[in-house]
């Protein structure tokens, strides 16, 4: 019982619980936004936007695609919506608060060009090949 108890307690499962609803309660919101604001823009732009009717028969059996097609507009409704909505300003907002790298720091050896080996800024010669080094 101890280990299911530090299991809930854990906070990556607190935080998913709540990611959770938070989550399908702004899906309400966003369903919302799309039926009431967005489908009927649509629908005052190019005419009714339900296309629940559409149906074609195929040898005598009937395929009703349209309540598909009404499925199809709502995900991308809600999709567009999420995306400029939520995805779009959080990006901005994480940008800003994101701190700039700071620059690297400078280098403290350089290469003998002799033998290839790191050596100290202020080395005069070359610890591995003894040549002289450029200042």
């Known amino acids: 019982m101890g ?14 619980a ?11 919101v966003v369903t919302a936004f799309t039926k009431d604001l967005i489908t009927p823009l649509i629908a ?9 009717a559409i ?5 005598g059996s009937k395929f009703p695609v ?13 999709a567009t919506a999420i995306y400029y909505f939520v995805v779009v300003p959080m990006n901005a907002v994480n ?15 350089k290469t003998c060009p002799e033998c290839i080996s790191e050596v100290p800024l202020a ?3 070359c610890a591995h090949c003894t040549s002289a080094l450029a200042a």
């Open 55 to 59: 149906e074609f028969t195929l040898n």
């Open 18 to 28: 709540v990611g959770v609803v938070i989550g399908g309660a702004f899906g309400g």
């Open 66 to 78: 349209g309540d598909f097609i009404n499925a199809v507009v709502a995900f991308l409704l809600v």
């Open 123 to 125: 080395a005069k010669r």
């Open 44 to 52: 005052a732009l190019v005419g009714k936007p339900d296309f629940s």
């Open 95 to 109: 940008a800003r608060m994101q701190k700039p790298a700071p620059p690297p720091p400078p280098p403290s050896t």
């Open 3 to 16: 280990g299911f108890k530090d299991f809930i307690l854990r906070g990556n499962v607190v935080d998913l």
